[in-house]
């Protein structure tokens, strides 16, 4: 069965990732080989197996992506039609604040759809964005609206239904979904008398409401690997059907009839978690979980496994890119494959629940970790200590809430003090959480980069080899825990090591900083000792928040955001974490809206005033900014999909220390060339390339500024070919220095003792 998983997940990246011809040709040679190298007949079945389930894998995406992409609905949304829509809500409506009033964000499974003069009966995502009339439409109503359909950026849509008409409710949801929606209201109302973190963590805990969560309280999370208890997981269904399963035993149910129950119990879990993709998979890992608790436990838990991840990549091909669905796969692999030997070990000298308490996390983070760097650039060090910390209370916390939440619909005030109970619970994560990321070493930036996941695997693979000698004596245990500690601790109040040239990182001669944020754009410069202004905000927060630590940056009296694209605009939460800020600007252009509801709610929550750019020279410090691009000043909405976004980038002449910088944002030739006239004789220091070196470029038009500097931010590896060779080439021969986040990490321009400038690169 891992064999069939492990074709399951080829086929699905194949699909996914690789063009249609080469395809063939890849999936066809590499079985061929495969066949002439195998001399076993058993060897060979298994072959045939895994080319069978790879290849039912690969048709399954392949058709997902037509019926999703070449359907009628995205044929429609192509030509901005005006359309009738009959369809199921998918997910609960969900409220979303923008520059033009608040807006309602809804997931359509679309069955009619009349359009251009015809009528089409189907099933096809979309998204609805609508006002408030669609937040109070259930989960699991049948509506009918009307609106112009758009394309969608999300592959896995058909279309985005902007400004969509006041839906009318055809038909109610089934009783099953008006009976979670109640538990989930009674849970809410049994925790609302308690402090503002407990009542918004107790739901997220018990079935993933987390709609009330503290921005800075997920960071937390996030820093101590604590994040999964903040959402729906296998954790979760583990401890809700076990502890059904405790109390059919304790009512004298034995035999298949504890199955039952344990089906149902998955079953009243999926319901009240909401059958997302995302939950579905959790639920699936659970169910792996339970089954590790039996008899042979661990070989029946890896089998499990591997049919879990065979079914959902047959249902749901894409899960094979969701980081969410590799967690949830290595994280459970680790718990059957590592923690039982690993809790054997500590067993010698150790009781048993507290041996499992350790090896349950510590085999989870050690399977998860080069996945968690990958997305992060950054290794947790304080996660398995947290999680020790918080297991305790993580099962009482999610049976009382829901016992609180199912007690509460019968007799409320017994309802709310189970809900105290649970409050208290979580309280303690709370804490954990908050001490946990004040740690001097929470997590150790380790960089996303091929290399250096390369080492980071290495490092894991001899970590597990290594963990069985050191938890065989407690005495070297002991040892390594205490070194574990004090690394922690002391090391970031030890000297720093000289080498760099101006001294230490990053040292007080910088003027501008590129974040090495991947595939996205945030620059800094520097405005005096722990101020700066930030230039767009890359696509993770964890990323940019831990270039600014880097920098040593505590306040950022102005943020520029060029324009809303996910990969300028999404990590601004990291760029606000721990920081004061003042302002932001952004683009005349609020388009896409969803990005634009995002970050104004973001600067409500932070108290921030967004507007467009001052005119004029604005100086900020060490900063003086002029904005050249767009012309107006008036906030305009865009066509819905982003699609000419890039062209209407804040385009910025900084000048810091005497240093000049022309920041382009994502600009592509038509708005350079409009640009032209403002640029005509202007000669700056730095260039910041536009689109990340997108070979659509006016190379003439950069060229024209005669920079000594070209900085370009870019992913390590992406997609997309950036930067484009010739125009790397283009501006190292009009005499400008490359310097790349995809290979030289994060970067800074100094200025010299002599004025000179230079370079320095973190790699």
Not at 475 to 487: E, K, M, P, S
Not at 647 to 676: N, W, Y
């Amino acid at each position: 069965m891992p064999v069939l998983a492990g074709a399951a997940w080829t086929g699905a990246l194949l699909a996914l990732l690789t063009p249609g011809a080469l395809l063939v040709a890849v999936a066809t040679s590499v079985v061929g080989a495969a066949a002439w190298a195998l001399r076993s007949p058993r060897d060979r079945a298994l072959l045939a197996a895994g080319a069978l389930v790879g290849l039912a894998v690969l048709t399954s995406a392949l058709v997902r992506a037509e019926a999703v992409t070449g359907g009628p609905v995205a044929g429609l949304a192509s030509e901005r039609a005006a359309v009738d829509l009959v369809g199921v809500v998918r997910q609960d409506p969900r409220r979303i604040t923008g520059p033009f009033g608040d807006q309602v964000l809804v997931r359509l499974d679309v069955r009619e759809v009349t359009g251009r003069g015809l009528e089409h009966r189907l099933s096809s995502p979309v998204l609805v964005l609508g006002d408030l009339a669609w937040e109070d439409v259930p989960l699991g109503a049948m509506v009918a609206t009307s609106g112009r359909l758009a394309p969608a950026d999300d592959a896995d849509v058909a279309g985005l239904l902007p400004g969509a008409a006041d839906p009318e409710v055809l038909a109610r949801p089934d009783v099953w979904w008006r009976g979670a929606d109640a538990v989930r209201a009674s849970i809410r109302e049994s925790v609302a008398h308690r402090p503002d973190a407990q009542r918004a963590l107790v739901p997220a805990l018990v079935d993933g409401d987390d709609g009330g969560l503290d921005p800075g309280l997920e960071e937390d999370f996030r820093t101590t690997g604590l994040t999964h208890l903040t959402a729906v997981s296998g954790t979760n269904l583990t401890l809700i059907v076990g502890f059904l399963v405790v109390l059919a035993r304790w009512a004298g149910v034995r035999g298949r009839w504890l199955t039952v129950v344990a089906a149902a119990g998955i079953v009243g879990f999926l319901l009240l978690a909401r059958t997302e993709p995302s939950v579905v998979r959790a639920a699936a890992m659970g169910t792996v979980g339970l089954l590790a608790l039996t008899t042979n436990g661990r070989q029946r838990a890896l089998r499990g496994l591997s049919v879990a991840v065979v079914a959902l990549l047959l249902v749901d091909p894409r899960l094979a890119v969701s980081p969410g669905f590799a967690l949830s796969a290595l994280a459970t692999a680790g718990i059957v494959l590592l923690a039982p030997g690993w809790r054997d070990q500590l067993c010698s000298w150790l009781p048993l629940p507290l041996a499992e308490a350790i090896a349950v996390p510590a085999a989870a983070q050690v399977a998860c970790t080069p996945i968690v760097a990958a997305l992060s650039g950054q290794v947790s060090l304080v996660a398995v200590p947290a999680n020790l910390l918080v297991a305790p209370v993580v099962g009482p916390a999610t049976v009382l809430g829901l016992a609180g939440g199912l007690v509460g619909l019968v007799v409320g005030p017994v309802g709310g003090l189970l809900g105290t109970g649970a409050g208290w619970c979580v309280g303690w994560i709370v804490v954990v959480a908050q001490t946990g990321a004040d740690v001097p070493l929470a997590a150790v930036d380790w960089g996303s980069g091929a290399a250096a996941l390369a080492l980071l695997v290495g490092v894991c693979v001899l970590g597990v080899l290594a963990v069985p000698l050191v938890l065989r004596r407690p005495g070297r245990a002991v040892r390594v825990l205490v070194l574990l500690v004090l690394l922690v601790v002391l090391a970031p109040r030890l000297p720093h090591l000289p080498g760099l040239p101006g001294g230490h990182w990053p040292g007080d001669d910088w003027v501008v900083a590129m974040c090495d944020v991947g595939q996205g754009d945030a620059l800094v410069l520097r405005a005096g000792p722990g101020a700066a202004v930030v230039i767009d905000a890359g696509p993770d927060p964890d990323a940019v928040d831990g270039c600014l630590d880097r920098l040593h940056v505590e306040q950022v009296p102005l943020v520029v955001l060029t324009h809303f694209h996910a990969d300028h605009v999404d990590g601004l939460a990291g760029v606000l974490d721990g920081r004061r800020g003042e302002v932001i600007w952004t683009t005349t252009l609020l388009d896409p809206p969803a990005a634009v509801a995002s970050v104004t709610r973001r600067a409500e929550e932070q108290g921030l005033a967004v507007r467009t750019p001052d005119a004029g020279v604005v100086r900020i410090g060490d900063v003086a900014l002029q904005t050249l691009w767009p012309r107006g000043a008036v906030p305009r909405p865009g066509p819905g999909d982003g699609s000419t976004a890039n062209d209407a980038s804040v385009v910025l002449l900084a000048e810091v220390r005497g240093v000049r910088i022309l920041l382009t944002g994502d600009l592509e030739p038509p708005g350079q060339q409009a640009l032209a006239a403002i640029l005509a004789g202007l000669d700056v220091d730095v260039l910041k390339v536009p689109h990340h070196g997108s070979r659509y470029q006016d190379l003439g038009v950069l060229t024209s500024v005669r920079a000594e500097i070209a900085l370009v931010s870019v992913g390590e590896g992406n997609d997309y070919g950036h930067p484009a060779a010739e125009v790397v080439s283009t501006l190292t021969g009009a005499g400008a220095e490359i310097a790349r986040t995809d290979e030289d990490g994060d970067v800074l321009v100094v200025v010299e003792p002599s004025g000179a400038l230079d370079v320095r690169r973190a790699r």
